[in-house]
């Protein structure tokens, strides 16, 4: 079992700058595979990035490449989301997920274990 709290998230203006946090609980962490997710009430969760369990592969929506970058401290327990160059279209409930492979994946289900979200905030 693998518990996710997330952090970091608030209101920003557009062109700036947030770092979300996730923390996990357990002994397990290095060989979770974790991605980032988000949803805007009334649409579907949609994928944003994800990392492999090493940390040597990471990917990334379209939508996102460029500005945000995903990234892991395996002795931390702990993934985070920088996220620059922010716009109003990002602003959503932000969720860290935990795969049970080593490979990560762009499918939500894919991951087993999911935190409550974060709520990220973009005014124009």
């Known amino acids: 079992q693998v518990q996710l709290v997330e952090s970091g998230g608030g209101l920003v203006q557009a062109g700036g700058s947030l770092r979300l946090s996730c923390a996990a609980s357990g002994r397990t962490f290095s060989s979770h595979a974790m991605g980032w997710f988000r949803q805007v009430p009334g649409k579907e969760r949609e994928f944003v990035t994800a990392i492999s369990s090493s940390g040597r592969n990471t990917y990334y929506a379209d939508s996102v490449k460029g500005r945000f970058t995903i990234s892991r401290d395996n002795a931390k327990n702990t993934v985070y989301l920088q996220m620059n160059s922010l716009k109003p279209e990002d602003t959503a409930v932000y969720f860290c997920?935990?795969?049970?492979?080593?490979?990560?994946?762009?499918?939500?289900?894919?991951?087993?274990?999911w935190g409550q979200g974060t709520q990220v905030t973009v005014s124009s």
């Open positions: 997920a935990a795969k049970t492979s080593y490979y990560s994946s762009s499918d939500e289900r894919a991951y087993a274990y």
